[in-house]
């Protein structure tokens, strides 16, 4: 999934993404979450994609982690 997501790894450092599947495992704190939206009309296809951001965004704020 493209879009344009940041966050801040245990080492302090702030990376931006604009892949999904780039964002490592574990990163301490979700910064951004901005997934591209297909343009307008939308197709089914398209409506699924949108469907699934809410599931993607819950996804990243599990893998959080205080370096545990």
Same mark, same amino acid.
């Given at each position: 999934? $493209? @879009?344009?997501?940041?966050? $801040?790894?245990?080492? *302090?450092?702030?990376?931006?993404?604009?892949?999904?599947? =780039?964002? #490592? #495992?574990?990163?301490?704190r %979700?910064l951004?979450?901005?997934?591209?939206?297909?343009?307008? #009309?939308?197709?089914?296809?398209d409506? $699924?994609?949108?469907?699934a951001?809410? =599931?993607? %965004?819950?996804? %990243?704020?599990?893998?959080?982690? *205080? @370096?545990?």
């Amino acid at each position: 999934m $493209k @879009g344009s997501f940041r966050v $801040k790894l245990f080492d *302090n450092s702030i990376v931006d993404y604009d892949n999904f599947d =780039d964002i #490592p #495992p574990k990163f301490f704190r %979700l910064l951004k979450y901005n997934p591209d939206y297909p343009p307008s #009309p939308h197709s089914e296809e398209d409506h $699924k994609m949108i469907e699934a951001f809410d =599931d993607k %965004l819950h996804e %990243l704020l599990r893998r959080e982690s *205080n @370096g545990e």
